[in-house]
């Protein structure tokens, strides 16, 4: 079975600094990865994803993640964070053979001006 | 194109009553799935369908019930309601395809009583 971890709850992060997100998964077979944000009481909205290729793939806003097929890791980074980007980051995985999306916990994001 | 809609927006529920939450998208999506997300367990797949006349269960079924008549709508039946469905619930649809992002309703927020 799929599944998909998000060791943390909530990251801080100074407006300005990199951010980074972190997500491991774990899937038989070849993995597609996802990231979906969401802003307080609003639905998900799509960030970016990894199907195959350049393991670096880059998103809306800015965002970018890192495939990493060893360590099973899709972390979600920025280079420099605004106040805006605070949010509620949901790492999703497919796999295994099935359609079915799997997500993890999510982490909030909380972006200090 | 209207997206993914949702109705009702905000729905509150006496134990053992049953409702319907409606879902409906106009993008054509062959694959269509519910999820509910509660505080600290991130969204959880109750159902999920990949096509009209085709349904499978996700991670949380039990208390829900789906149908899939046409490819447009995917409704969740709740059939007895109880306190442990207080939930928001999300409808999402994409292509078939694996590597499609989910695109997502806005939420339903129930209560149950």
């Known amino acids: 079975a799929q599944s998909v971890a998000q060791p943390e709850d909530q990251v801080n992060v100074a407006e300005g600094n990199p951010l980074t997100v972190k997500c491991t998964y774990s899937?038989?077979?070849?993995?597609?990865l996802f990231w979906y944000v969401q802003y307080p009481n609003r639905g998900l909205q799509f960030l970016l994803k990894y199907i195959t290729g350049d393991n670096l793939v880059k998103g809306s806003y800015g965002f970018e993640a890192e495939f990493n097929k060893s360590q099973t890791s899709f972390h979600l980074k920025k280079p420099s964070a605004l106040v805006s980007d605070s949010a509620l980051y949901f790492c999703?995985?497919?796999?295994?053979?099935?359609?079915?999306?799997?997500f993890g916990t999510g982490t909030l994001l909380a972006v200090q001006p | 194109n209207a997206g993914v809609t949702q109705t009702p927006k905000f729905q509150v529920l006496k134990t053992g009553q049953s409702m319907t939450l409606q879902c409906a998208q106009d993008m054509n999506h062959e694959y269509m799935s519910w999820y509910r997300q509660d505080p600290g367990m991130g969204l959880r797949l109750i159902h999920y369908?990949?096509?009209?006349?085709?349904?499978d269960q996700g991670e949380v079924p039990n208390g829900y019930n789906v149908s899939r008549s046409t490819t447009e709508d995917f409704p969740l039946r709740l059939l007895s309601a109880a306190p442990s469905q207080t939930s928001v619930y999300f409808c999402?649809?994409?292509?078939?395809?694996?590597?499609?992002?989910?695109?997502f309703g806005p939420g339903t927020r129930l209560t149950v009583t």
């Open positions: 999703a995985v497919r796999g295994g053979g099935t359609n079915k999306l799997i």
């Open positions: 899937v038989s077979g070849n993995p597609y």
């Open positions: 999402a649809s994409s292509y078939l395809d694996r590597g499609s992002e989910q695109y």
């Open positions: 369908s990949v096509g009209a006349g085709i349904t």
